[in-house]
């Protein structure tokens, strides 16, 4: 599946790890199949307790989704906590928002001790209510933030004229968010790995997997054999790895940009921002001091064409200046891609009922890098059969307590 349409701005930044080619058939204790963020930062995590991993891509990793992602990450779903306590209950749904705030320092820490740089920011967001009529929902949605004690704060109409020069009629901002050039980090990642002897090879399409009672053979479109104890399916978007999740989740498209430099100083402190809109759009500063921006999701796989998407991000541009009228600068880049999201809003990251040594590391959703390194943490107790007390929220068939 195609997975973008347009001019990419990641590649810009381009700085690939020195990933292998596989020519021979190999045997390890963990194969990960998938390469991009999802893969990196479960086999990143696994490297460092010591494991014997192999990663394997059909492509190159980080040319796929996250050669698309904006890099705008927060603790918040898409789905408010107060809609997913209407949807799963109390626990379910304060339970995942805790286990995202674990995501988020998990990947501030680990942002900070690579020895690559990779455009992290911890920061924090506005979450504007761009009518009047949304306002009820908007502080239904921050008193249910603060009474369960997450970081958030309510900023009124003239504050955020006066300190932030945006226009919306309330926001909520919230902080243990953070900005990041996805790109740049799954090739740092990956560098890491490669460092510390996990073998990451790109080029290399698994077709199936033969799963025998102590072991897993991985065949290839080569023909060659990778044998593992353990397997991990963090393909992504585009492929059909673990079929019995489709039913539960939908691939759409979305289309972003990016500006030329900025010549003047941002809206307050360069926080990130996204609306309530249906369908909504969100911006933020790129580390070179351009606006990355998205939104103007649409249902089906299906990429446009070029107009298409000149049309639409022209749409998500007049929409942020009507947030931020001073807005001057050109778009330079513009694409569409495919995401993939969970009917319910919540990722899925778990151990196969059927086979223990088996896991699924799908975090679809717009906080997908969030997801991906909740997936490291939980992959990790899984494989050392400790219970995690919040994994019960992303496994599928969804389950309560």
């Given at each position: 599946?195609?997975?973008?349409?347009?001019?990419?701005?990641?590649?810009?930044?381009?700085?690939?790890?020195?990933?292998?080619?596989?020519?021979?058939?190999?045997?390890?204790?963990?194969?990960?199949?998938?390469?991009?963020?999802?893969?990196?930062?479960?086999?990143?995590?696994?490297?460092?307790?010591?494991?014997?991993?192999?990663?394997?891509?059909?492509?190159?990793?980080?040319?796929?989704?996250?050669?698309?992602?904006?890099?705008?990450?927060?603790?918040?779903?898409?789905?408010?906590?107060?809609?997913?306590?209407?949807?799963?209950?109390?626990?379910?749904?304060?339970?995942?928002?805790?286990?995202?705030?674990?995501?988020?320092?998990?990947?501030?820490?680990?942002?900070?001790?690579?020895?690559?740089?990779?455009?992290?920011?911890?920061?924090?967001?506005?979450?504007?209510?761009?009518?009047?009529?949304?306002?009820?929902?908007?502080?239904?949605?921050?008193?249910?933030?603060?009474?369960?004690?997450?970081?958030?704060?309510?900023?009124?109409?003239?504050?955020?004229?006066?300190?932030?020069?945006?226009?919306?009629?309330?926001?909520?901002?919230?902080?243990?968010?953070?900005?990041?050039?996805?790109?740049?980090?799954?090739?740092?990642?990956?560098?890491?790995?490669?460092?510390?002897?996990?073998?990451?090879?790109?080029?290399?399409?698994?077709?199936?997997?033969?799963?025998?009672?102590?072991?897993?053979?991985?065949?290839?479109?080569?023909?060659?054999?990778?044998?593992?104890?353990?397997?991990?399916?963090?393909?992504?978007?585009?492929?059909?790895?673990?079929?019995?999740?489709?039913?539960?989740?939908?691939r759409n498209t979305t289309f972003s940009f990016v500006t030329e430099v900025l010549d003047d100083e941002p809206w307050g402190n360069g926080e990130m921002i996204w609306d309530n809109e249906d369908p909504y759009v969100y911006f933020r500063l790129t580390?070179?001091?351009?606006?990355?921006?998205?939104?103007?999701?649409?249902?089906g796989k299906e990429l446009s064409d070029e107009k298409k998407i000149q049309r639409e991000t022209d749409k998500i541009y007049k929409k942020m200046k009507s947030y931020y009228p001073k807005l001057k600068a050109k778009i330079e880049y513009r694409w569409?891609?495919?995401?993939?999201?969970?009917?319910?809003?919540?990722?899925?990251?778990?151990?196969?009922?059927?086979?223990?040594?088996?896991?699924?590391?799908?975090?679809?959703?717009?906080?997908?890098?969030?997801?991906?390194?909740?997936?490291s943490i939980l992959i990790l107790h899984y494989i050392m059969e400790k219970e995690h007390e919040y994994a019960y929220t992303t496994r599928y068939p969804r389950e309560n307590k």
């Amino acid at each position: 599946m195609k997975l973008h349409l347009g001019d990419l701005f990641w590649e810009e930044t381009r700085t690939d790890a020195d990933y292998l080619e596989l020519n021979e058939d190999i045997s390890t204790d963990i194969l990960v199949i998938g390469g991009g963020m999802s893969g990196a930062a479960v086999s990143h995590k696994l490297t460092e307790a010591g494991f014997d991993v192999v990663v394997v891509d059909k492509g190159v990793p980080g040319y796929g989704s996250s050669d698309g992602n904006t890099g705008i990450i927060q603790y918040n779903s898409d789905k408010s906590l107060y809609e997913m306590i209407n949807d799963f209950g109390e626990k379910h749904a304060v339970d995942f928002y805790k286990l995202s705030i674990l995501g988020m320092e998990e990947l501030e820490n680990v942002a900070k001790l690579l020895p690559d740089e990779v455009g992290y920011k911890s920061t924090e967001s506005l979450f504007l209510a761009s009518e009047k009529k949304s306002l009820k929902e908007l502080e239904k949605n921050f008193t249910t933030l603060r009474k369960y004690g997450f970081p958030a704060e309510y900023i009124f109409q003239d504050t955020l004229a006066d300190e932030y020069d945006l226009n919306a009629y309330g926001a909520i901002k919230t902080s243990m968010d953070a900005e990041l050039n996805p790109f740049k980090m799954v090739q740092a990642l990956h560098r890491d790995n490669l460092k510390k002897d996990t073998k990451v090879f790109k080029n290399t399409e698994v077709l199936n997997v033969e799963e025998l009672k102590d072991e897993f053979i991985a065949h290839t479109s080569t023909g060659l054999k990778i044998t593992s104890k353990k397997l991990v399916i963090a393909t992504g978007y585009a492929e059909k790895m673990y079929p019995k999740i489709e039913k539960g989740m939908e691939r759409n498209t979305t289309f972003s940009f990016v500006t030329e430099v900025l010549d003047d100083e941002p809206w307050g402190n360069g926080e990130m921002i996204w609306d309530n809109e249906d369908p909504y759009v969100y911006f933020r500063l790129t580390e070179d001091g351009r606006i990355i921006a998205g939104g103007r999701d649409r249902s089906g796989k299906e990429l446009s064409d070029e107009k298409k998407i000149q049309r639409e991000t022209d749409k998500i541009y007049k929409k942020m200046k009507s947030y931020y009228p001073k807005l001057k600068a050109k778009i330079e880049y513009r694409w569409q891609s495919v995401f993939g999201e969970s009917k319910d809003g919540l990722p899925f990251i778990g151990q196969d009922k059927k086979n223990k040594n088996k896991y699924y590391v799908l975090g679809y959703g717009g906080n997908g890098t969030c997801y991906s390194f909740i997936a490291s943490i939980l992959i990790l107790h899984y494989i050392m059969e400790k219970e995690h007390e919040y994994a019960y929220t992303t496994r599928y068939p969804r389950e309560n307590k």
